[in-house]
Every structure is written in C-alpha cells, then in structure tokens.
T-cell receptor, first 116, second 109 residues
Framework: GAGVSQSPRYKVAKRGQDVALRCDPI?????LFWYQQALGQGPEFLTYFQNEAQLDKSGLPSDRFFAERPEGSVSTLKIQRTQQEDSAVYLC??????????????FGPGTRLTVT | RKEVEQDPGPFNVPEGATVAFNCTYSNSASQSFFWYRQDCRKEPKLLMSVYSSGNEDGRFTAQLNRASQYISLLIRDSKLSDSATYLCAAADNFNKFYFGSGTKLNVKP
C-alpha cells in the first residue's frame, strides 16, 4: 500500500519567510511524528500526534515552529520567520501506536529545507 | 550526553565479511528498540525491531543487553547492497524515539 508521503520534497526559503510542510501518513495510522535531521546526525524528535491531539511538542526548537493535524490525518509543520539554522531535512513518520504501546515508525521521504 | 550513542564509523569491510555494530542508550526506562537503515539522501527504513530475547532475520541478528544498556546488530555475509548508514533507536513509554547519529558501513568488492 501507499507509504508516508511528504510535500514539497525540496524547499528553498529566504531568511524570514514562512514555510509549511505537509505530511500524509499511512492510512489507518493514528500516530504521527515529526523529526528534524541535520547532516550527519540522526533524526531528532520534534512533536507527536495521536489522532488530532498533539501529545508531545517538547522537541520543537522555538515558538516559530508550529504543527497541527486538525482531522487526525494529514499534518502540517509550519515554520515562521525561517532562520539559517532551520536548514535541515524534516521527516514525518507514522505508526499504529495507540496509548502507551510502542510500535514501529515508518518514515516519509522528507522535505529538504534550505534557508538562504 | 546524547540519549543514544553510536560509533560513526565508517566500517569498511569486504564482501562476505561479518560485521557488528553496537549502540548504547542512557535511559534505563527505554522500552523498545529498533534498527533502521538509511541510504544517502533517503529516509530511514525500518530494518528490524529488537526483542529482549534477540531476533534474527536472514543475515541480520539483533540483540538487546538491558544490564549493560546496549543493542547490537550483526550482519553476516555482507553484500555490496548493505552499504548504508545504520541508525539505532530507543523508544520510551510514550512513543518518543531517540536516534543515534548512525554508523556508516561500506562493503567493498
């Protein structure tokens, strides 16, 4: 079946611009995660949704970062007033996890954000 | 100190070799563990979950040592196509995954 999809795949933004990154999880996956991956590093947790509820946003680096999943399916990660340090790959993952059960996460192809 | 630490490598091995990677985690409350494979400029792909009793999938064997807080991945009979970065992840009760920085493997002909 279809995996996790993300758009756009590449985004170049001028410093100070706002960007919106979209994630479409695997159908039926209630849990959705956003990660930031810098070059040469592993993915770093940003935020986690179970259905439409944002259960953990402890990894968002600043109040310029905002994520939503209003209908419990597609999610958008928004970054306001982008800075050069925001340049990274933003990965979305989804899983069947519900409650406190840990399940495997499946990743989308990522959005490569470059802030100039 | 990072939650999950890995030797960045690279591990350069000939085809057919056996290679092992370790990964240590600092949170003793970590519940579940995973190995992912990541090719250059691609997303991480799940390789295997790591169970307490250890598990094997073809040429790949994963083991968990809770007492010493490490997980390992053994690859037997390495193929050229195994060349990639291998990421380990530890998950807490709340589905938060902590990833290491990855170990790079180069399998040479």
């Amino acid at each position: 079946g279809a995996g996790v999809s993300q758009s756009p795949r590449y985004k170049v933004a001028k410093r100070g611009q706002d960007v919106a990154l979209r994630c479409d999880p695997i159908s039926g996956h209630v849990s959705l995660f956003w990660y930031q991956q810098a070059l040469g590093q592993g993915p770093e947790f940003l935020t986690y949704f179970q259905n439409e509820a944002q259960l953990d946003k402890s990894g968002l680096p600043s109040d310029r970062f905002f994520a939503e999943r209003p209908e419990g399916s597609v999610s958008t990660l928004k970054i306001q007033r982008t800075q050069q340090e925001d340049s990274a790959v933003y990965l979305c993952a989804s899983s069947l996890a519900l409650g406190q059960g840990v399940r495997e996460q499946y990743f989308g192809p990522g959005t490569r954000l470059t802030v100039t | 100190r990072k939650e999950v630490e890995q030797d960045p490598g690279p591990f350069n091995v000939p085809e057919g070799a056996t290679v092992a990677f370790n990964c240590t985690y600092s949170n003793s409350a970590s519940q579940s563990f995973f190995w992912y494979r990541q090719d250059c400029r691609k997303e991480p792909k799940l390789l295997m979950s790591v169970y307490s009793s250890g598990n094997e999938d073809g040429r790949f064997t994963a083991q968990l040592n809770r007492a010493s807080q490490y997980i390992s991945l053994l690859i037997r009979d390495s193929k050229l196509s195994d060349s990639a970065t291998y990421l380990c992840a530890a998950a807490d009760n709340f589905n938060k995954f902590y990833f290491g920085s990855g170990t790079k493997l180069n399998v040479k002909p």
